[in-house]
C-alpha cells in the first residue's frame, strides 16, 4: 500500500507571487512565437504578417483575460471533484499535449537541420526531452522561479538586439494590409491556433498579491515586443521572410555589436533554447495536472505525452510532417477554439459552482434554525 501511495497524488492548485507569474506569463508569451511562427505566417499572408500577429495578439489578449480572472480568484481550488471540470480538462489536456509535441517537432528541426547539421533526431530529442520532463516533475514553483530569474535577461537580451540593430528597414513591407482577400487572411489566420494559449497551465495555480501589477505589466510588455518584432522582421525581410527560420536569431546577427564584441547571434540563441525549453515544461506540467485532477497520478499523461514526443519524433520520417500538420487548416481551427472556449469555459463553470455552494450554505443555515 505504502508502494501505491508514492504514485498517488491529490489535486493542489498551487500559490505563486504574481512577480513569478508574471516571468512566466513573458516566457510563455514570447515563446515560439517570435522563432518558429513568423517564417510560417509569412509562407500565407506574405506582407499581412504584421497585420495577422495583430490579430493574434487580440484573440491572445482575449483569452489571457479571460484565464487571468480564473486564477487571480483561487484557481480551481472548488472545482477539483466537479465531474463538468473534469471533463473540460480531457480536452485542456489534449490541448497543451498537442501544444508541447508541436513545439518538440520545431525545435528537432532547428536544431538538426539549422544549427547542428545531419545530427539525428534521437539525438536531439533526448537532449530536449529530459530537462522539459525534469521541469515538469518538478511543477510550476521551480518553473516559476526560473522564469522569474530568467526574465530580465531574456528580455534585456531581445531589447539590446533591436536597439543596436544595423539593417535595411523598409516598413513599407508591411504594406498593404491585405495582401490577399479579407475572406483569405481570415481563413489562413485560424491555421495558427497552436500558437495560442500557452499559459494555459496558469489555470492551476492561485496569486499571492503584491502592490504592482506585474501580470497585466508582464503580458502587455510582451504583447508589444512580439508585435514589433515582427514589423522589425518584415520590413527587413519583406516577401523572404518565408525562409527565414528563426526571425529572432536572424535579427540579431546585424547588431552592429558584432564587430566589437563577437557575434550577438548567440545571446538571441541562448533566449531560443532557454524560452522554448521552459515552455514545453510548463505544458508538460499541465498535462501532469489535468493527470492528477483525472486518475489522482502524474504518471498516465506524463508518461503518454513522453512516449508519444520520443516516438513521433524520432520514427517519422522527418518532425516536418507534424510541424505541417500543426498548422494544417482543420487543426489550427481547432486549437484556435480551444484556446477561447476552453478559458471561458472554465470561468462559467466555476461562478456555478460558487452559486451552488452559496445555495447549499443556505439551505443548511435554514435547516439549522
Given at each position: 500500500m505504502k508502494i501505491n501511495n508514492r504514485f498517488c497524488h491529490n489535486p493542489k492548485t498551487t500559490t505563486l507571487y504574481n512577480s513569478q507569474v508574471g516571468g512566466v506569463v513573458v516566457i510563455s508569451t514570447l515563446a515560439y512565437k517570435l522563432s518558429s511562427l513568423p517564417s510560417i505566417v509569412s509562407e500565407y499572408l506574405s506582407s499581412s504578417t504584421l497585420w495577422f500577429y495583430l490579430l493574434?495578439?487580440?484573440?491572445?489578449?482575449?483569452?489571457?483575460?479571460?484565464?487571468?480572472?480564473?486564477?487571480?480568484?483561487?484557481?480551481?481550488?472548488?472545482?477539483?471533484?466537479?465531474?463538468?471540470?473534469?471533463?473540460?480538462l480531457i480536452f485542456a489536456s489534449i490541448f497543451m499535449g498537442f501544444k508541447c509535441l508541436t513545439f518538440f517537432a520545431f525545435s528537432v528541426l532547428f536544431f538538426a537541420i539549422e544549427l547542428y547539421v545531419g545530427i539525428a533526431p534521437v539525438i536531439v530529442v533526448t537532449m530536449l526531452i529530459v530537462p522539459v520532463i525534469y521541469l515538469g516533475v518538478k511543477g510550476v514553483v521551480t518553473i516559476a522561479r526560473l522564469c522569474e530569474i530568467m526574465v530580465f535577461l531574456i528580455l534585456g537580451i531581445i531589447v539590446l538586439n533591436l536597439a543596436f540593430l544595423k539593417a535595411d528597414l523598409d516598413i513599407g513591407r508591411n504594406l498593404p494590409i491585405l495582401s490577399t482577400s479579407a475572406k483569405e487572411f481570415f481563413a489562413h489566420s485560424l491555421r495558427y491556433g497552436t500558437w495560442l494559449g500557452n499559459f494555459m497551465p496558469l489555470i492551476f495555480i492561485k496569486v499571492k498579491k503584491k502592490k504592482f501589477p506585474y501580470i497585466p505589466?508582464?503580458?502587455?510588455?510582451?504583447?508589444?515586443?512580439?508585435?514589433?518584432?515582427?514589423?522589425?522582421?518584415?520590413?527587413?525581410?519583406?516577401?523572404?521572410?518565408?525562409?527565414?527560420?528563426?526571425?529572432?536569431?536572424?535579427?540579431?546577427?546585424?547588431?552592429?555589436?558584432?564587430?566589437?564584441?563577437?557575434?550577438?547571434?548567440?545571446t538571441a540563441l541562448f533566449a531560443v533554447i532557454v524560452m522554448g525549453i521552459t515552455e514545453m515544461g510548463f505544458l508538460f506540467y499541465g498535462v501532469m495536472e489535468c493527470s492528477v485532477r483525472l486518475t489522482k497520478s502524474k504518471i498516465p499523461f506524463g508518461f503518454i505525452l513522453a512516449v508519444v514526443i520520443f516516438l513521433l519524433c524520432t520514427l517519422l520520417p522527418s518532425p516536418q510532417s507534424i510541424a505541417d500538420f500543426s498548422h494544417s487548416k482543420v487543426v489550427g481551427a481547432v486549437m484556435t477554439a480551444f484556446s477561447v472556449i476552453l478559458?471561458?469555459?472554465?470561468?462559467?463553470l466555476k461562478g456555478l459552482k460558487k452559486r451552488e455552494n452559496n445555495k447549499n450554505l443556505k439551505e443548511e443555515s435554514a435547516r439549522n434554525e
Amino acid at each position: 500500500m505504502k508502494i501505491n501511495n508514492r504514485f498517488c497524488h491529490n489535486p493542489k492548485t498551487t500559490t505563486l507571487y504574481n512577480s513569478q507569474v508574471g516571468g512566466v506569463v513573458v516566457i510563455s508569451t514570447l515563446a515560439y512565437k517570435l522563432s518558429s511562427l513568423p517564417s510560417i505566417v509569412s509562407e500565407y499572408l506574405s506582407s499581412s504578417t504584421l497585420w495577422f500577429y495583430l490579430l493574434l495578439v487580440l484573440v491572445d489578449t482575449f483569452a489571457f483575460v479571460i484565464t487571468y480572472l480564473f486564477f487571480h480568484d483561487g484557481g480551481d481550488e472548488l472545482l477539483h471533484d466537479d465531474l463538468r471540470y473534469k471533463f473540460g480538462l480531457i480536452f485542456a489536456s489534449i490541448f497543451m499535449g498537442f501544444k508541447c509535441l508541436t513545439f518538440f517537432a520545431f525545435s528537432v528541426l532547428f536544431f538538426a537541420i539549422e544549427l547542428y547539421v545531419g545530427i539525428a533526431p534521437v539525438i536531439v530529442v533526448t537532449m530536449l526531452i529530459v530537462p522539459v520532463i525534469y521541469l515538469g516533475v518538478k511543477g510550476v514553483v521551480t518553473i516559476a522561479r526560473l522564469c522569474e530569474i530568467m526574465v530580465f535577461l531574456i528580455l534585456g537580451i531581445i531589447v539590446l538586439n533591436l536597439a543596436f540593430l544595423k539593417a535595411d528597414l523598409d516598413i513599407g513591407r508591411n504594406l498593404p494590409i491585405l495582401s490577399t482577400s479579407a475572406k483569405e487572411f481570415f481563413a489562413h489566420s485560424l491555421r495558427y491556433g497552436t500558437w495560442l494559449g500557452n499559459f494555459m497551465p496558469l489555470i492551476f495555480i492561485k496569486v499571492k498579491k503584491k502592490k504592482f501589477p506585474y501580470i497585466p505589466t508582464a503580458f502587455g510588455v510582451t504583447q508589444i515586443l512580439t508585435v514589433i518584432v515582427v514589423m522589425i522582421g518584415v520590413a527587413m525581410y519583406g516577401n523572404a521572410m518565408k525562409i527565414v527560420s528563426n526571425l529572432l536569431i536572424e535579427t540579431s546577427g546585424f547588431n552592429q555589436l558584432s564587430t566589437e564584441i563577437g557575434r550577438m547571434e548567440w545571446t538571441a540563441l541562448f533566449a531560443v533554447i532557454v524560452m522554448g525549453i521552459t515552455e514545453m515544461g510548463f505544458l508538460f506540467y499541465g498535462v501532469m495536472e489535468c493527470s492528477v485532477r483525472l486518475t489522482k497520478s502524474k504518471i498516465p499523461f506524463g508518461f503518454i505525452l513522453a512516449v508519444v514526443i520520443f516516438l513521433l519524433c524520432t520514427l517519422l520520417p522527418s518532425p516536418q510532417s507534424i510541424a505541417d500538420f500543426s498548422h494544417s487548416k482543420v487543426v489550427g481551427a481547432v486549437m484556435t477554439a480551444f484556446s477561447v472556449i476552453l478559458p471561458v469555459y472554465f470561468v462559467i463553470l466555476k461562478g456555478l459552482k460558487k452559486r451552488e455552494n452559496n445555495k447549499n450554505l443556505k439551505e443548511e443555515s435554514a435547516r439549522n434554525e
